[in-house]
């Protein structure tokens, strides 16, 4: 599976992206795909996620501002998600990570993209 992110950049405070993540590959029992970040020196945090069933979860510090979408199949890897982030801050600067979790042959698997770097910034 392989996860081909797009969209990232510099912002000024209060402007807006739109990241994109492509996925391609093998039969996956998705169970979730979405957006992770991670800003120098914190951990990785989730951002926003959407789940098989159409269910999407935020991350509270971006309710409200970021919107995620897409469609989930749930037998195959080709999917595609977007995140509309609005409202941007300087806290939001980061490297933001695709991810695509679920199930393969019984077995939790986690598939990364290589990360795309967000700059707010005036």
């Known amino acids: 599976v392989q996860l081909v992110e797009s969209g990232g950049g510099l912002v000024q405070p209060g402007g807006s992206l739109r990241l994109s993540c492509a996925a391609s590959?093998?039969?996956?029992?998705?169970?979730?795909m979405g957006w992770y970040r991670q800003a120098p020196g914190k951990q990785r945090e989730l951002v926003a996620e959407?789940?098989?069933?159409?269910?999407?979860?935020?991350?509270?510090t971006v309710k409200g501002r970021f919107t995620i979408s897409g469609d989930i199949s749930g037998d195959n890897a080709n999917n595609t998600v977007h995140l509309q982030m609005n409202s941007l801050n300087p806290e939001d600067t980061a490297v933001y990570y695709c991810?695509?979790?679920?199930?393969?042959?019984?077995?939790?698997?986690?598939?990364w993209g290589q990360g795309t770097q967000v700059t707010v910034s005036s």
């Open positions: 590959g093998s039969a996956f029992s998705i169970y979730a």
């Open positions: 959407i789940v098989s069933d159409g269910t999407t979860n935020y991350a509270d």
């Open positions: 991810n695509m979790g679920g199930t393969l042959g019984g077995t939790w698997v986690d598939y």
